[in-house]
Nanobody, 120 residues
Framework: QVQLLESGGGLVRAGESLRVSCVAS????????MGWFRQAPGKKREFVAS???????DYADSVKGRFTISRDNSENAVHLQMTFLNPDDTAVYYC??????????????WGQGTQVTVSS
């Protein structure tokens, strides 16, 4: 079965950094675009960052310049390095996977999420 397992969440203070990670199993990792999404209380789930099969990256405007997404295909892992965190970054962060070889690629696999809390 497919499993995406996030780790690295926690409580940090504004201005600090945190790295969240996701390890995938049950998929051919190298053909999947990997993404990070987040959901804050009372808000819709929103896109944060993605990295595709040729390591092209994309970021939400709200995190551009502060967050860096990377992948390690040898370990089936994707990471999100978050710097200069602020309270607006507080959310559950979800890892997601999109099969780029599918007829209609979409993020169809999701992890359970890891909580990131930023105090002011």
């Amino acid at each position: 079965q497919v499993q995406l397992l996030e780790s690295g969440g926690g409580l940090v203070r504004a201005g600090e950094s945190l790295r969240v990670s996701c390890v995938a199993s049950g998929i051919t990792f190298s053909i999947y675009t990997m993404g990070w999404f987040r959901q804050a209380p009372g808000k819709k789930r929103e896109f944060v960052a993605s990295i595709d099969v040729v390591r092209e990256t994309d970021y939400a405007d709200s995190v551009k310049g502060r967050f860096t997404i990377s992948r390690d295909n040898s370990e089936n892992a994707v990471h999100l390095q978050m710097t200069f965190l602020n309270p607006d970054d507080t959310a559950v962060y979800y890892c997601a996977a999109k099969n780029e070889l599918a007829l209609f690629p979409k993020f169809n696999y999701w992890g359970q999420g890891t909580q990131v809390t930023v105090s002011s």
